[in-house]
């Protein structure tokens, strides 16, 4: 597994995992273009044999102590194999370095395999969005980290540091 901070390279591979990934509501090539080379986001893209299978974004302000994870989605293909949620320790691993304690994410409630993900990583339900996800009009889980109790903080026995396998 090899982890690796996004480019603009990067944006056509990301937006064929994000349309097919979401495909009612995926983010805009430009909202995405924005979010990778944004002052405030850090984006990674995971690589097997220099192809792009996976990418996740957390925005973490320097200095903040709050984050939020903005996406996290993998190719079909790639699914199930323990790949996001070694992605979502590095996201909380880069927003720990930031300065960050607490981060944020919204999950859709039709996806209970990516909320049972966050919620084995120290993430717990804090609320729920109502319709929140258009045009579907599914509802948001709001979830929350405390980065200390989290598996992937640094000083932890994870190998969320470790950024190729």
């Known amino acids: 597994m090899t982890l690796r ?37 850090i984006y990674l893209v995971d690589e097997v044999g220099g192809v ?7 925005r973490s302000l320097p200095g903040a102590t709050d984050a939020d994870i903005q996406t996290i989605a993998y190719d079909a293909a790639h699914r199930g194999a323990g790949r996001g949620r ?6 909380l691993d880069a927003a720990a370095e930031r300065g960050a304690r607490e981060v944020f ?4 409630a039709d996806n209970p395999v990516a909320a049972g993900l966050y919620l084995s990583e120290g993430f717990e339900e804090i609320g ?3 319709r929140y ?8 889980i709001v979830m929350r980290a405390n980065l200390k109790n989290t598996s992937g903080t640094p000083g932890s026995d994870s190998p969320a540091k470790e950024k190729s396998a």
């Open 52 to 58: 792009v299978i996976g990418y996740g974004g957390i």
């Open 105 to 108: 994410l919204e999950v859709r």
């Open 5 to 41: 901070e996004a480019t603009s390279a990067d944006l056509a591979a990301i937006m064929g995992i994000e349309r097919r990934s979401f495909p009612t509501d995926a983010w805009s090539e430009q909202l995405m273009a924005a979010e990778i080379t944004g002052p405030h986001g």
């Open 133 to 140: 996800y258009q045009p579907d009009g599914v509802d948001a």
């Open 86 to 91: 070694l992605l979502l320790r590095a996201l």
């Open 128 to 130: 729920r969005r109502p």
